[in-house]
Protein backbone atom coordinates (compact mmCIF):
# COMPACT_ATOMS: atom_id res chain seq x y z
CA UNK A 1 0.00 0.00 0.00
CA UNK A 2 0.95 3.68 -0.82
CA UNK A 3 -0.14 6.75 0.27
CA UNK A 4 -1.82 8.62 -2.61
CA UNK A 5 -0.30 11.89 -1.75
CA UNK A 6 3.05 10.01 -2.84
CA UNK A 7 2.61 8.74 -6.10
CA UNK A 8 1.12 10.05 -9.44
CA UNK A 9 -1.53 8.85 -11.39
CA UNK A 10 -2.30 8.68 -14.87
CA UNK A 11 -4.79 6.86 -17.12
CA UNK A 12 -2.51 6.69 -19.83
CA UNK A 13 -0.90 3.54 -20.52
CA UNK A 14 2.00 4.93 -22.54
CA UNK A 15 2.56 7.34 -20.33
CA UNK A 16 2.84 5.61 -17.48
CA UNK A 17 5.10 3.46 -19.11
CA UNK A 18 7.41 6.05 -20.46
CA UNK A 19 7.30 8.19 -16.63
CA UNK A 20 6.90 5.87 -14.62
CA UNK A 21 3.60 7.06 -13.21
CA UNK A 22 1.00 4.72 -11.54
CA UNK A 23 -1.73 3.84 -13.91
CA UNK A 24 -5.42 4.32 -12.45
CA UNK A 25 -8.37 3.02 -14.29
CA UNK A 26 -10.68 5.67 -15.83
CA UNK A 27 -14.25 5.47 -17.66
CA UNK A 28 -14.72 5.11 -21.18
CA UNK A 29 -18.03 5.20 -23.02
CA UNK A 30 -19.98 5.92 -19.81
CA UNK A 31 -20.11 2.53 -19.46
CA UNK A 32 -16.33 1.02 -19.06
CA UNK A 33 -15.72 2.04 -15.47
CA UNK A 34 -12.31 -0.16 -15.79
CA UNK A 35 -10.39 1.37 -18.89
CA UNK A 36 -7.45 2.53 -19.62
CA UNK A 37 -6.29 4.92 -22.13
CA UNK A 38 -4.15 3.75 -25.26
CA UNK A 39 -3.73 6.15 -27.63
CA UNK A 40 -5.66 9.06 -29.66
CA UNK A 41 -6.35 9.99 -33.46
CA UNK A 42 -6.68 13.74 -34.13
CA UNK A 43 -7.88 15.42 -37.84
CA UNK A 44 -4.81 16.46 -39.45
CA UNK A 45 -2.54 13.91 -38.23
CA UNK A 46 -0.42 11.84 -40.30
CA UNK A 47 -2.43 9.23 -42.34
CA UNK A 48 -5.60 11.51 -41.64
CA UNK A 49 -4.73 15.04 -42.83
CA UNK A 50 -7.61 15.13 -45.58
CA UNK A 51 -11.22 15.80 -44.92
CA UNK A 52 -11.92 12.27 -47.19
CA UNK A 53 -9.16 10.51 -44.76
CA UNK A 54 -10.95 11.19 -41.56
CA UNK A 55 -14.35 10.88 -43.27
CA UNK A 56 -13.36 7.35 -44.14
CA UNK A 57 -12.36 6.41 -40.21
CA UNK A 58 -15.77 8.13 -39.52
CA UNK A 59 -17.42 5.68 -41.77
CA UNK A 60 -15.58 2.53 -40.97
CA UNK A 61 -16.10 3.28 -36.86
CA UNK A 62 -19.70 3.25 -37.69
CA UNK A 63 -19.83 0.25 -39.17
CA UNK A 64 -18.56 -1.36 -36.48
CA UNK A 65 -15.07 -2.11 -38.35
CA UNK A 66 -12.15 -0.92 -35.87
CA UNK A 67 -9.44 -2.33 -38.45
CA UNK A 68 -8.31 1.85 -38.60
CA UNK A 69 -7.70 1.89 -34.75
CA UNK A 70 -5.71 -1.74 -35.13
CA UNK A 71 -3.56 -0.27 -37.58
CA UNK A 72 -3.07 2.96 -35.75
CA UNK A 73 -1.92 0.91 -33.16
CA UNK A 74 0.13 -1.94 -34.48
CA UNK A 75 0.63 -0.77 -38.12
CA UNK A 76 -0.04 -3.51 -41.07
CA UNK A 77 1.69 -6.08 -38.62
CA UNK A 78 0.27 -7.86 -35.51
CA UNK A 79 2.37 -6.36 -33.39
CA UNK A 80 4.35 -2.82 -32.97
CA UNK A 81 7.63 -2.16 -30.58
CA UNK A 82 7.61 1.70 -29.35
CA UNK A 83 10.00 1.44 -27.10
CA UNK A 84 8.84 1.17 -23.20
CA UNK A 85 6.28 -1.42 -24.41
CA UNK A 86 4.54 -3.54 -27.22
CA UNK A 87 1.67 -4.02 -28.64
CA UNK A 88 0.41 -6.66 -30.19
CA UNK A 89 -3.27 -7.62 -31.64
CA UNK A 90 -4.93 -10.77 -29.59
CA UNK A 91 -7.57 -13.17 -30.04
CA UNK A 92 -10.43 -12.99 -27.44
CA UNK A 93 -13.62 -14.88 -27.78
CA UNK A 94 -12.22 -16.46 -31.12
CA UNK A 95 -11.86 -12.87 -32.96
CA UNK A 96 -8.91 -10.61 -33.52
CA UNK A 97 -10.79 -8.20 -31.20
CA UNK A 98 -8.05 -7.35 -28.67
CA UNK A 99 -4.80 -5.99 -27.23
CA UNK A 100 -2.26 -7.43 -25.77
CA UNK A 101 0.78 -4.62 -23.77
CA UNK A 102 3.63 -5.86 -22.93
CA UNK A 103 5.92 -3.60 -20.79
CA UNK A 104 9.71 -3.64 -21.22
CA UNK A 105 9.48 -2.62 -17.13
CA UNK A 106 6.94 -3.92 -14.59
CA UNK A 107 4.41 -0.64 -14.47
CA UNK A 108 2.56 0.06 -10.99
CA UNK A 109 -1.33 -0.02 -11.45
CA UNK A 110 -3.55 1.48 -8.80
CA UNK A 111 -6.43 -0.88 -7.92
CA UNK A 112 -8.36 0.36 -5.28
CA UNK A 113 -7.85 2.74 -2.83
CA UNK A 114 -8.47 2.58 1.10
CA UNK A 115 -8.64 6.30 2.86
CA UNK A 116 -5.96 7.80 2.35
CA UNK A 117 -3.60 4.57 0.58
CA UNK A 118 -3.58 3.24 -2.52
CA UNK A 119 -3.33 -0.62 -3.16
CA UNK A 120 -1.18 -0.88 -5.83
CA UNK A 121 0.49 -4.13 -7.74
CA UNK A 122 3.36 -4.03 -10.71
CA UNK A 123 2.09 -5.48 -13.88
CA UNK A 124 4.29 -6.73 -16.80
CA UNK A 125 1.22 -7.65 -19.45
CA UNK A 126 -2.35 -5.97 -19.97
CA UNK A 127 -4.96 -7.87 -22.12
CA UNK A 128 -8.27 -5.93 -22.94
CA UNK A 129 -10.55 -5.09 -25.41
CA UNK A 130 -10.94 -1.94 -27.79
CA UNK A 131 -13.47 0.94 -27.62
CA UNK A 132 -13.32 4.72 -28.64
CA UNK A 133 -14.45 7.83 -27.79
CA UNK A 134 -15.17 11.27 -30.14
CA UNK A 135 -14.35 14.23 -29.36
CA UNK A 136 -14.87 17.57 -30.61
CA UNK A 137 -11.74 19.73 -30.47
CA UNK A 138 -13.21 22.92 -32.82
CA UNK A 139 -11.95 21.99 -36.20
CA UNK A 140 -14.42 24.01 -38.03
CA UNK A 141 -13.90 22.00 -41.85
CA UNK A 142 -15.92 18.69 -40.41
CA UNK A 143 -19.25 20.14 -40.53
CA UNK A 144 -20.07 19.03 -37.20
CA UNK A 145 -18.58 15.56 -37.22
CA UNK A 146 -15.59 15.12 -34.73
CA UNK A 147 -12.20 15.37 -34.81
CA UNK A 148 -10.77 13.48 -32.02
CA UNK A 149 -10.82 10.19 -31.14
CA UNK A 150 -9.43 8.28 -28.09
CA UNK A 151 -8.97 4.78 -28.21
CA UNK A 152 -9.25 2.60 -25.11
CA UNK A 153 -8.40 -0.52 -23.57
CA UNK A 154 -11.35 -2.36 -21.71
CA UNK A 155 -12.27 -5.56 -19.86
CA UNK A 156 -8.54 -5.56 -18.68
CA UNK A 157 -6.82 -8.82 -17.57
CA UNK A 158 -3.74 -8.37 -15.88
CA UNK A 159 -1.29 -10.65 -16.27
CA UNK A 160 2.21 -10.88 -14.70
Known sequence: MLKMEDIETTSHIVMGAEDGSVLEFTCANDTQDRALRLNHITYGEIGFE???DWMRLINKLNRYDD??????LTGDKKSSD???LKIHREDIDHSEDGILIEFKQPIKLLLE???DNAVVVEVNKLKGKLTYEW???GSSDLDGYADFLEIYLYDIELIN
Open 50 to 52: RKS
Open 67 to 72: TPIKRV
Open 82 to 84: IGT
Open 113 to 115: TIG
Open 135 to 137: SYS
